[in-house]
């Protein structure tokens, strides 16, 4: 298993190869039962069921993803999970860029030893893309919220004045307009690397479904050849961009390892006695999360809590 894994990731991923891929994982899948010890902490693996606790922590904390259950006759895909908790689905992310410009924009990347490369490091997040407050409490916007969010339409930004309508509609261009993108995100489970996958459908500015060649387009040249390709979804078997997990619980493990190393580092310069140190398995989905955005750098679904990892 792992040696197929490594030339799998090496070698890139051919249609033939994925196809291939995919029957043995498929085979393998339902003959071996997924793992029921948790492994996340030694190796970066998750349980069916840690799977699923990691997804409703995910629910309840950002709302903008909900879970998706399976249809009559897909039982057998997941069986060991809920029917109405298959997999996780974010709808209509943006994704204002393509990947290629992120190249000499200023955003930085770091070569991590896992073969992955962290991208766009110096990104700053804006007021509009801050995640959301975890620990503050939920509910409707008070009337004085309401009334301070509406901004003021007829108010010159530059100015302060009231804006002249004197420009003439035939002259706007449409030069400077961004075509901007919108995608669907899943998240599965896998049985045979035992951890999250991603699968991606884009749609234009229309609402028109991607082809194949412009969802590549948002995908980090270092993995669109290495890791991506088109593969039927489990549930809804529709063609979409796979992202492929062979490398996810190593990447995951490495990570896990830094938050320790942090953790064990603030105890010491604090001057606390040290105790053990272990990240649950329920903050998994935001930990996969912020490494995927390293596979889909422009796509802009990753409104999680934030995860200090030094």
Not at 204 to 215: A, I, P, V
Not at 262 to 279: D, I, N, P, T, Y
Not at 292 to 300: A, G, K, N, R
Request: hydrophobic share 35%.
């Amino acid at each position: 298993k792992a040696t197929v894994s490594v030339l799998n990731w090496g070698w890139g991923v051919s249609a033939m190869t994925a196809t291939l891929w995919k029957t043995w994982t498929e085979v393998y899948s339902s003959v071996v039962s997924p793992i029921k010890d948790s492994a996340f902490m030694k190796k970066g693996q998750l349980t069916p069921e840690e799977f699923v606790r990691a997804g409703d922590v995910l629910v309840t904390r950002c709302p903008t993803w909900v879970w998706h259950g399976a249809k009559a006759g897909q039982e057998g895909v997941h069986k060991t999970m809920p029917a109405d908790k298959r997999y996780l689905v974010m709808t209509g992310a943006r994704c204002e860029k393509r990947a290629a410009e992120l190249t000499g924009d200023g955003g930085g990347e770091e070569d991590l030893e896992d073969g992955w490369t962290n991208t766009h490091i110096d990104h700053k997040i804006t007021k509009a893309e801050e995640a959301p407050d975890m620990d503050a409490p939920t509910g409707e916007p008070t009337a004085e919220q309401d009334e301070d969010d509406i901004p003021d339409m007829t108010m010159d930004m530059d100015g302060g004045g009231v804006v002249e309508d004197d420009e003439d509609p035939a002259a706007v261009t449409t030069e400077h307009i961004v075509k901007s993108r919108k995608y669907d995100i899943h998240v599965l489970y896998d049985n045979y690397e035992y951890t999250p996958r991603v699968y991606l459908q884009g749609y234009d500015e229309n609402g028109q479904r991607l082809t194949s060649d412009q969802m590549y387009e948002d995908i980090y040249a270092d993995y669109k050849d290495k890791t991506a390709t088109i593969e039927s979804h489990p549930y809804t078997e529709a063609q979409m961009v796979s992202i492929h997990p062979c490398r996810h619980a190593e990447t995951m493990k490495r990570m896990l390892d830094r938050l320790v190393e942090a953790h064990e580092a603030r105890m010491e310069a604090s001057g606390a006695e040290s105790q053990k140190f272990e990240v649950t398995a329920d903050i998994a989905m935001f930990i996969f999360l912020k490494f995927i955005s390293s596979v889909i750098p422009t796509i802009d679904y990753d409104w999680t809590a934030s995860v200090d990892i030094a």
